[in-house]
């Protein structure tokens, strides 16, 4: 089939996202890039001509998904055109290209180029691999602006940064996409005023490490934790823009009501910083504190850069500045080496936090990281065992915090109406809170006030 072919007649095709917001932003960018190029987007369960499976390579069971799907959409459609995108083709790149299930393999840094990409397949009908070596480039990946015409009009995701330059031991994404690549300010912006003005309220900022944001605008390839330490010393030359500068600058848009955070490094929080992203008063008291285990000593195993003592301090400091701040985070039990009394610390901790919600995840063991290679690895039985221990609790935590919010005057972003009642209506509070509302009117992409 040649391209003059492909013109009269356009060519249905499907994006099947796996993985993160980073992921989702990207598969989003893609869509806009087809469809601005005459493609027909369509369900992944729909017949399609072109499936894009944009995968993710988190965990080992990330990467077997990654697999199984884009074995399926082969099976879909016995004739249609396969492409591997994203972190799987970085991670198992010599291996995905050679499967006969796949077409084209695009790895991270590629994905902007996916028109042209298709374009030259259908030319020769050639198997196609494209793939940059992630961990030396400096180049961060502009896919463009979204359009807010696929997306839910309430809430939009923008990508900010890319990249990782820490090195947990049990992390792959730094070898799948490779170093801290910010991007540039003024087209973050710029995307976010287009957003805005198309009726988005509220903007929630993604990346890979999102703390990280223009520590590499100076051209210098380091970690977030030597420009932290020059911040906490109040060295001001720690970079041209940072993540403060940039959310002081997206709350100085008229249009935007909302701005929420993604993951963030504990010790981003300081009392300058959250002065900075407080000023405008557009910012959502919703924070997801990077923790991974409440335990010093696994922390050091895990090469994370920050003590529990720290942790705690900072979600203090978070309460000093917000009233009742909706605080989550992230946990991994059974990380190797990781004692019951270890464990019986972190417990203690998790207990004296408080937090909203802990997102509870079992170690397991991915290949390429040092701790696949650490002693003491843990049975899956105890690990299941703790993982019930913590989700038991994080269900009883997060019903006092809820319990600990009633009479408090909250804002809600109504996205849509329940089932196909016309008068009750669902959102997410400013703190996260998911609620209903009983209204007469349409209140479906509007912030109205909300009591709990």
């Not at 390839?221 to 970079?239: F, S």
């Not at 004692?339 to 290949?367: P, W």
Request: charged share 30%; proline share 2%; aromatic share 8%.
């Amino acid at each position: 089939m040649n391209r003059n072919e492909v013109n009269l007649q356009p060519m249905t095709a499907a994006i099947i996202n796996l993985g993160c917001k980073v992921n989702k932003y990207e598969s989003d960018a893609m869509k806009d890039k087809l469809i601005e190029s005459g493609f027909v987007m369509v369900e992944p369960e729909d017949i399609a001509d072109i499936y894009i499976v944009n995968t993710c390579s988190v965990t080992n069971m990330a990467q077997k998904k990654s697999r199984q799907m884009l074995r399926r959409a082969k099976k879909w459609n016995p004739e249609a055109i396969i492409i591997a995108a994203g972190c799987y083709v970085n991670a198992e790149h010599d291996v995905l290209k050679g499967e006969d299930f796949v077409d084209i393999v695009v790895g991270n840094n590629c994905k902007k180029d996916i028109v042209d990409i298709i374009r030259e397949y259908m030319d020769d009908q050639k198997d196609r691999d494209y793939f940059v070596e992630i961990g030396k480039t400096g180049e961060y990946e502009e896919m463009g602006n979204l359009s807010a015409s696929h997306l839910d009009h309430q809430r939009a995701y923008i990508k900010i940064q890319d990249g990782c330059n820490q090195f947990c031991s049990y992390c792959i994404i730094p070898y799948t996409r490779g170093r801290v690549r910010s991007r540039k300010p003024e087209h973050i912006l710029e995307e976010i005023r287009g957003l805005a003005k198309m009726g988005v309220k509220e903007f929630v900022l993604t990346g890979i490490h999102i703390s990280s944001y223009g520590v590499d605008f100076k051209g210098q390839d380091v970690q977030y934790d030597t420009v932290m330490e020059k911040a906490l010393q109040r060295d001001e030359d720690v970079g041209s823009v940072d993540l403060g500068q940039l959310i002081e600058q997206i709350g100085e848009i008229n249009e935007v009501e909302r701005i929420r955070l993604g993951s963030l490094e504990p010790r981003i929080v300081t009392e300058d910083f959250l002065t900075r992203i407080t000023q405008s008063g557009k910012i959502c008291p919703h924070f997801h504190l990077s923790l991974q285990s409440a335990c010093n000593e696994t922390l050091k195993r895990m090469n994370r850069k920050y003590t529990i003592e720290e942790f705690m301090e900072k979600c203090e400091l978070l309460r000093k500045h917000f009233d009742r701040p909706a605080i989550t985070t992230d946990v991994i039990v059974g990380f190797p080496g990781e004692t019951e009394e270890e464990f019986a610390l972190t417990l203690e901790h998790l207990k004296q936090l408080k937090l909203y919600e802990i997102h509870v995840f079992k170690y397991s063991v991915r290949s390429g990281t040092a701790a696949e290679k650490m002693k003491d690895q843990i049975p899956e039985e105890k690990k299941n065992e703790r993982s019930n221990i913590l989700l038991e609790l994080t269900a009883t935590q997060k019903m006092l915090y809820e319990q600990s919010l009633k009479g408090l005057e909250d804002e809600v972003l109504v996205e849509e109406k329940v089932d196909d009642s016309e008068e009750d209506f669902t959102g997410h509070t400013k703190r996260y809170v998911k609620v209903n509302i009983h209204a007469k009117d349409d209140l479906v992409n509007k912030i109205v006030k909300y009591r709990y």
